[in-house]
């Protein structure tokens, strides 16, 4: 049972738009960072977005985030095929006095 | 260019024990803190420990406190994991991870994995 909680699959299609929540606690995301990692089959999570919103360079404008209480959500425009992976939120628990992630969420672009 | 090269991954018996490396090279090692995450095949990411940039500070998962160390040596640009008293429930992909921002809540760069398998 993870400490934040997300989806365990969405599916939109080609084009289209799909969100994915992380939802959490006082100890988690409402007082620290969130981050979101994308993990393509086969290869080691990708940094997608850190301090809520903000991307890393080479990340497409397509991938955004967003954080208002005690959830978080990514958002995903212009689907592609390529964007069909698993994703994950992380952030520090300032309780637990660790990193915490969601259990991931599977991306099927149909 | 930013580079992580996990390795010291293998097949142990259960109550064995390993030491996990992570090489870092392309960055100024010692102004990073460091973790470790593990992914048991087809299941999700699980925080293991992390390290300040200096040692001052390490952290870990309940689930491996008393069990596993985390260390680094600067001049070495090197990460470790001493994994003792290994359970089968330890089998899993262990990355090391890059903190960017310095306070544990965003890994910009990851190695490649490395398989512990617990196994008699």
């Known amino acids: 049972q993870s400490v934040l909680t997300q989806p365990p699959s969405v599916s939109a299609a080609p084009g289209q738009k799909v969100t994915i929540s992380c939802s959490g606690s006082?100890?988690?995301?409402?007082?620290?960072?969130v981050s979101w990692y994308q993990q393509l089959p086969g290869t080691a999570p990708k940094l997608l977005i850190y301090?809520?919103?903000k991307r890393p360079s080479g990340i497409p404008d397509r991938f955004s985030g967003s954080k208002s209480g005690t959830s978080a959500t990514l958002g995903i425009t212009g689907l592609q095929t390529g964007d069909e992976a698993d994703y994950y939120c992380?952030?520090?628990?300032?309780?637990?006095?660790?990193?915490?992630f969601g259990g991931g969420t599977k991306l099927t672009v149909l | 260019e930013v580079q992580l090269v996990e390795s010291g991954g293998g097949l142990v018996k259960p109550g064995g024990s390993l030491r996990l490396s992570c090489a870092a090279s392309?960055?100024?090692?010692?102004?990073?803190?460091m973790t470790w995450v593990r992914q048991v095949p087809g299941k999700g990411l699980e925080w293991v420990s992390s390290?300040?940039?200096?040692?001052?500070?390490?952290f870990y998962a309940d689930s491996v406190k008393g069990r596993f160390t985390i260390s680094r040596d600067n001049a070495k640009h090197s990460l470790y994991l001493q994994m003792n008293s290994l359970r089968a429930e330890d089998t899993a992909v262990y990355y090391c991870?890059?903190?960017?921002?310095?306070?544990?809540?965003?890994?910009?760069?990851w190695g490649q994995g490395t398989l512990v398998t617990v196994s008699s």
């Open positions: 991870a890059r903190d960017g921002g310095g306070y544990y809540d965003r890994f910009d760069y």
């Open positions: 392309g960055f100024t090692f010692s102004d990073y803190s």
């Open positions: 390290i300040s940039s200096s040692s001052s500070y390490m």
């Open positions: 006082s100890s988690n995301i409402v007082n620290n960072y």
């Open positions: 301090d809520n919103y």
């Open positions: 992380g952030t520090w628990d300032s309780s637990l006095r660790g990193v915490v």
